[in-house]
């Protein structure tokens, strides 16, 4: 396993990151125990979760993976020190009508969310403490375009004053953000030099071989700012793997089973898939490996999101840590992306 500095906070974090978003839904609480299982025994250290999940977000199981990965903590107490626990306040963006009211990024909301994320890990502080989307209005998600409002949300100056208190309070030890943009990320950077709150020390945004659109912008930032990119979806929900290629659908497989995902299923989407696919069965790779090592092959990515439902998945998944992708394979993807660039924003 690698490990990488997160951001100018310290702490070393594993080069793969457990993700849970499916726990509570997908998978039991003895499945997310299993799966954490493996994962801390290969040497993953970084566990992220959020107070929306699982996914799909419903009333009736918000809340439910930080449950689960909270038992397990509760069972484990010696090797809490040796892991970095992330979670995620839900930013207003979202518009999860069961999430608080708004689900905004306010000074009474944030504190009421931390709270009950504590209570539900079971933990006294949280390692990394990430807004989850902006409180504005953003071409994220698979939006292309800016969506131009009159909406700021809440203030950065609020939010991160927020968070400053419960820094000073010792329930949280650092700060990130998700599913920002390059001016929201740089303007609280700014804040933070001025001594407006704790500095971002990571960004949480979608990166994989159909959605380099981070790149463009972020990218600069990520590695003159020191805030590491922690990629979510280095697979594309699946999509890499190739197996939804020519409309399979597997049973059990999350396109499968919710059709609310499409940000994956765009009309270029496939196309390049199956080129993706096709270079790393050329080159005598398991697609899913190959789709990971790339992304950890940018030197602006400090960690790759996994999820999994099954330990097979997971361990697949984890072992990308051991590829090189050969100089001649990564032309190859570059070749595929200057054709169809982006085509899952």
């Known amino acids: 396993m690698q490990y990488r ?23 039991t ?48 107490r010696a090797k809490r020190k040796d892991l970095v626990i992330a979670t995620k306040v839900t930013g207003g963006s979202n518009r999860i009508a069961h999430v608080r009211e708004k689900a905004q990024l306010t000074r009474a ?21 990430q807004t989850h989307s902006p409180d504005r209005p953003t071409n994220m998600f698979g939006k ?10 809440t203030p950065f100056e ?38 407006k709150g704790p500095r971002p020390q990571s960004i949480q945004n979608a990166y994989n071989l159909l959605n380099r659109s981070f ?20 697979i594309a929900m699946g999509v890499l793997s190739g197996k939804y290629l020519d409309g399979a659908r597997p049973a059990k497989a999350r396109l499968t089973l919710y059709s609310r995902f499409q940000r994956y299923s765009t009309p270029i989407a496939e196309p390049a898939a199956t080129e993706y696919v096709r270079i790393a069965r050329a080159a005598g790779l398991d697609p899913v490996q190959m789709a990971i090592a790339f992304v950890l092959s940018r030197p602006y990515v400090t960690s790759a999101i996994i999820g999994a439902t099954a330990l097979d998945q997971l361990a697949a998944n984890i072992g990308s840590t ?14 595929v992306h200057q054709r169809m660039s982006n085509p899952c924003p």
């Open 5 to 27: 500095k997160l951001g100018r906070s310290g702490l070393s974090v594993s080069s793969i990151c457990l993700g849970t978003m499916t726990w509570g839904e997908q998978n």
């Open 29 to 76: 609480e003895a499945e997310g125990h299993a799966q954490i299982d493996m994962a801390v025994g290969r040497g993953v250290n970084f566990i992220d979760a959020a107070e929306m999940y699982p996914v799909p977000p419903k009333p009736e199981t918000y809340g439910r993976t930080e449950e689960i990965l909270g038992t397990w903590l509760a069972k484990n």
């Open 109 to 129: 909301q944030i504190r009421i969310a931390l709270e009950g994320s504590l209570r539900r890990l079971q933990v006294d502080c949280i390692d990394l403490y």
């Open 144 to 153: 292309l375009d800016y969506p131009v409002s009159p909406d700021t949300g």
């Open 158 to 195: 609020e939010t991160l004053g927020a968070l400053a208190e419960l820094v000073k309070e010792g329930k949280i030890r650092h700060f990130g953000v998700s599913n920002e943009t390059p001016w929201g990320l740089m303007r609280q950077l700014a804040l933070a030099d001025a001594g």
């Open 215 to 234: 790149d463009v912008g972020l990218s600069e930032v990520a590695l003159r700012e020191d805030v590491g990119l922690l990629a979510y979806s280095p």
């Open 322 to 335: 051991e590829v090189k992708l050969p100089s001649d394979v990564l032309t190859a993807l570059d070749g």
